[in-house]
């Protein structure tokens, strides 16, 4: 059995005695309506303010940069309110806020911002495959590749230590 439930897996682990180092920075995202007769034809990146603009299906979408708070925290307004306020000075076509509340995601991070990937250090037949941080749509088939070659104890494509879930000993 592997356990992939992100932020939400030291749930379960602490129950069987092991408290990985885990912590999530959030990010929220809302749609808003184009008024301009030709929105961006691509994501634009404010690196100064920390927010994306990008085209998409649903609408112009604004993506936030990481908030510290605690996992199950009601979601706070601050992060989209400047975030927007940042992208109206810079795209004054911006319209309306579309979605009824804003997208809010949990990203799980380790203390040292490496994936877990590998045997649970408890024994049990269980498996690991979490914590990807700010990279999991872009990390995830490497480690699940990872995970395979370990499970079938193939010999692995890279060098699983730093990736191992024993560094978390606790
Ligand atoms: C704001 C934000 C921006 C991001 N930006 C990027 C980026 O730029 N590049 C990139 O590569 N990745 C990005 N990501 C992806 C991020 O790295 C991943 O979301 C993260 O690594 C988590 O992926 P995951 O699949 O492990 O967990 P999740 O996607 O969080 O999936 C865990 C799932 O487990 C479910 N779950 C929890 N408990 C239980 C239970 N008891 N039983 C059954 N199911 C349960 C949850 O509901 C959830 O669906 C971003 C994520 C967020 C939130």
């Known amino acids: 059995m592997i356990l992939t439930l992100g932020a939400w897996t030291p749930?379960?682990?602490?129950?069987?005695?092991?408290?990985?180092?885990?912590?999530?920075?959030?990010?929220?995202?809302m749609h808003y309506a184009p008024t301009a007769p030709a929105e961006p034809a691509m994501a634009l990146l404010d690196a100064d303010a920390g927010y994306v603009l990008a085209p998409m299906r649903q609408g112009l979408r604004l993506t936030t940069g990481a908030e510290f708070a605690p996992r199950d925290a009601p979601a706070s307004p601050i992060a989209l309110d400047r975030a927007e306020t940042a992208a109206r000075r810079l795209y004054p076509a911006l319209g309306a806020r579309l979605d009824p509340a804003?997208?809010?995601?949990?990203?799980?991070?380790?203390?040292?911002?490496?994936?877990?990937?590998?045997?649970?250090p408890r024994g049990s037949g269980l498996w690991l495959n979490f914590g990807h941080c700010h990279q999991g749509l872009t990390l995830g088939p490497t480690?699940?590749?990872?995970?395979?070659?370990?499970?079938?104890?193939?010999?692995?494509?890279?060098?699983?230590?730093?990736?191992?879930?024993?560094?978390?000993?606790r």
């Open 11 to 29: 749930d379960l682990t602490k129950g069987l005695g092991w408290h990985p180092s885990v912590f999530v920075k959030r990010g929220y995202h």
């Open 102 to 120: 804003p997208w809010l995601g949990q990203r799980p991070c380790t203390a040292d911002m490496l994936p877990i990937v590998g045997p649970f």
């Open 143 to 169: 480690t699940g590749r990872l995970l395979a070659q370990l499970m079938g104890g193939e010999a692995p494509f890279t060098d699983p230590t730093p990736y191992a879930p024993a560094r978390f000993s």
